[in-house]
């Protein structure tokens, strides 16, 4: 049948950035519509009147926002390269996971450049308690989906991110030393051609700091 899909996003997300990434993994062809989020347009207000964020999925004109619904409900539609184990312990575990890192991680992380002295080093182990959770959950696998990428990988690539972010502001919280499993990993789905496609060009990755630094919480989801 014939379909029609877009995506409206913004470059300097991770959360528009996964959902391309679970496009790319499931080959469906899309239309990308970057949105300006300090001038938003008429169509992402339309499609997203709750939260007036990206991304949003646009499948044959119906509108599909936040990126974990967004990747189930790929998931769910076309069921080539699935993404969520057939395991129902497995596939709940999977989106535990994937909350934990929206939820307490991501919160955390966005804590790091607003502080500084004893709060900054509080922060920091309170990262690291976070991030020895993901590593645990690595032990014995190639992928946090098992022998491939899945949907939690999909969600664990703002880990990606913040290895990148640290190679630029020389803030590296993240260390082979203390995360060895999720430093392979890293390694790992880098060597992806899909995955270099949905990180920020190396040429903008400077602005991608700047721009996070002083976005608001609100930008995407």
């Known amino acids: 049948m014939g379909e029609e899909v877009k995506l409206h996003g913004m470059w300097a997300s991770p959360f528009s950035r996964r959902v391309e990434l679970a496009l790319k993994l499931k080959a469906i062809p899309y239309q990308y519509i970057e949105e300006d989020l300090s001038n938003k347009t008429p169509s992402l207000l339309r499609y997203n009147p709750v939260h007036k964020k990206v991304p949003v999925l646009v499948h044959n004109d119906k509108p599909v926002a936040e990126s974990m619904v967004i990747i189930e409900y790929m998931d769910e539609t076309w069921e080539n390269n699935p993404f969520l184990p057939r395991d129902p312990y497995e596939r709940a575990m999977a989106r ?11 919160p955390t992380l966005a804590k790091l450049g607003r502080t500084a002295g004893k709060e900054k080093e509080e922060t920091i182990e309170e990262i690291h308690e976070q991030l020895k959770v993901l590593e645990d959950e690595l032990k014995g696998k190639q992928f946090f989906g098992g022998q491939r990428i899945g949907y939690l990988d999909i969600v664990a690539m703002i880990l990606v991110w913040l290895h990148l972010a640290g190679s630029i502001t020389g803030q590296k919280v993240l260390s082979t030393e203390k995360f060895p499993l999720i430093y392979e990993w890293i390694e790992r789905v880098m060597k ?30």
Do not use: G, H, T
């Not at 535990?96 to 991501?106: G, M, Q």
């Not at 496609?197 to 190396?202: G, N, S, Y």
């Open 192 to 221: 992806m051609e899909v995955v270099n496609e949905c990180l920020i060009p190396e040429e903008k990755r400077q602005d991608w700091i700047q721009l996070a630094q002083r976005a608001p919480k609100s930008a995407s989801n």
């Open 96 to 106: 535990f996971y994937a909350k934990f890192i929206d939820d307490k991680l991501l």
